[in-house]
Each structure stands twice: as structure tokens, then as C-alpha cells.
């Protein structure tokens, strides 16, 4: 089930958060960033939206924040974040999520979806976000310090939705 993430998410959220981050692999968050940090970085206000995958006993599986990727101008170009708990990996869990980015976006109007930062070495979320329709329009080379295969590009990936 695929929800609206509120404030008190957060403290079950943490844990995928921070092992997501210090994996060192996906995000160029800091690590070790406190509840308040994490709330301040992930939940989004609106215009934009963050929501939460659960399964039936209520375990937090994974979340998605999304909304305008620009303000003024530029906001009617979406953008969104996954962080998916490492035990949820491989159950469709990601791909739930990016539908229900997507279908929001749709909603809301928006023109399309970019991505600023997909990292090249996370071969799942770019095959994902290909399956889904996306091209890569650029790599930025070396913008990304992985943990485990050190400097390594950003993909920057964009769908049309108009």
C-alpha cells in the first residue's frame, strides 16, 4: 500500500534512510544526520508530496518524495527521490512507488520528470527508470564519490509527460 508519509513516519523511516546514505552508493546526503535533519531533507511541503510503501502489517518498505524540480519558471518540470529499505529490495516495491510518482505528475499537470543526479553505477534504478520511458540526456562525468568504485558519473534523465 502506497500512502502519504506524515511526520511521524519519519522515526521508521530513519533506518532505511541511513542506510541508504552510508552505503555510499545512491545519495550525496551527509551522514549521520539526525530525525529533525532527515524530516527537514525528505518530507516534502507542498506543492510537492512524499509518500511511503507499507506492507499489511504496516512495515515501512520504502518512500518517495516528489514536486517541482525548479521554482518559478522552471515548476512545471518535476523531479522525485526513492530510498527503498534493503530487505524490501527486489519485490516491485520501487517500481510501485515510481508508478505512483508518475501518476502524480500526470495529475498534476506536470509537463515532465527529471532527474538531476541518478548515479551510473546504480545499474537497477537506471534500468528501472529506462523500463519507465526515461533517456539519459547527459552523465556529469565524475560528480559522484561512490563508496565502492570511486569517482563515477551522474546521469541526468528526463520522461515527457506532455
Request: charged residues 20%; hydrophobic residues 40%; glycine residues 12%.
Amino acid at each position: 500500500m502506497i500512502r502519504e508519509m506524515t511526520a511521524q513516519d519519519v522515526p521508521a523511516f530513519l533506518p532505511t534512510f541511513h542506510a541508504v546514505v552510508d552505503d555510499g552508493e545512491t545519495y550525496a546526503y551527509p551522514q549521520g544526520l539526525d530525525e529533525d535533519a532527515v524530516r527537514g531533507l525528505w518530507l516534502e511541503q507542498p506543492p510537492g508530496r512524499t509518500v511511503v510503501a507499507v506492507d499489511d502489517d504496516g512495515t515501512l518498505l520504502g518512500s518517495a518524495k516528489m514536486g517541482p524540480n525548479r521554482p518559478g519558471r522552471g515548476s512545471h518540470v518535476g523531479t522525485a527521490s526513492f530510498m527503498v529499505a534493503e530487505a524490501a529490495r527486489g519485490r516491485g516495491v520501487g517500481r510501485a512507488l515510481a508508478a505512483e510518482v508518475l501518476a502524480w505528475h500526470r495529475r498534476e499537470g506536470y509537463a515532465g520528470i527529471q532527474f538531476n543526479a541518478v548515479v551510473e553505477t546504480n545499474t537497477a534504478a537506471v534500468r528501472l527508470w529506462q523500463d519507465l520511458g526515461f533517456e539519459v540526456l547527459t552523465t556529469v562525468p565524475g560528480a559522484f564519490q561512490s563508496r565502492r568504485h570511486g569517482r563515477v558519473g551522474l546521469h541526468v534523465m528526463y520522461l515527457p509527460l506532455g
